[in-house]
Nanobody, 120 residues
Framework: QVQLVESGGGLVQPGGSLRLSCATPGSIFSSHVMGWDREPPGKKRELVAGFFRGNMTHYQDSVKGRFIISRDHAKNTMYLQMNSLKPEDTAVYYC??????????????WGQGTQVTVSS
């Protein structure tokens, strides 16, 4: 079982910011490709942002220019900085990983999820 532990979700007003974190053991962080999915209420899970092998990143069109995915190799932690949040960003956000790709297909592993609610 792959351990992926998310944190940082919460309630925020429209236009606000949140930063999600995902911690995982170094063996996973160094060997897996990682990213963030989300599941809006009543909708299917979707990719928000992810890494390719190397440093290339991919973003869903609706979050481009607002969200930034990053990682800290020293801390074995991945982040999702979410700015200019909108009510439609409300969802459970999942840290995901896969030995091959989180962008080209569904990821093999995911964490327990963290709730992000954007509301006034």
């Amino acid at each position: 079982q792959v351990q992926l532990v998310e944190s940082g979700g919460g309630l925020v007003q429209p236009g606000g910011s949140l930063r999600l974190s995902c911690a995982t053991p170094g063996s996973i962080f160094s060997s897996h490709v990682m990213g963030w999915d989300r599941e809006p209420p009543g909708k299917k899970r979707e990719l928000v942002a992810g890494f390719f092998r190397g440093n290339m990143t991919h973003y869903q069109d609706s979050v481009k220019g607002r969200f930034i995915i990053s990682r800290d190799h020293a801390k074995n932690t991945m982040y999702l900085q979410m700015n200019s949040l909108k009510p439609e960003d409300t969802a459970v956000y999942y840290c995901v990983s896969d030995p091959y790709s989180v962008v080209l297909g569904p990821p093999r592993y995911w964490g327990q999820g963290t709730q992000v609610t954007v509301s006034s």
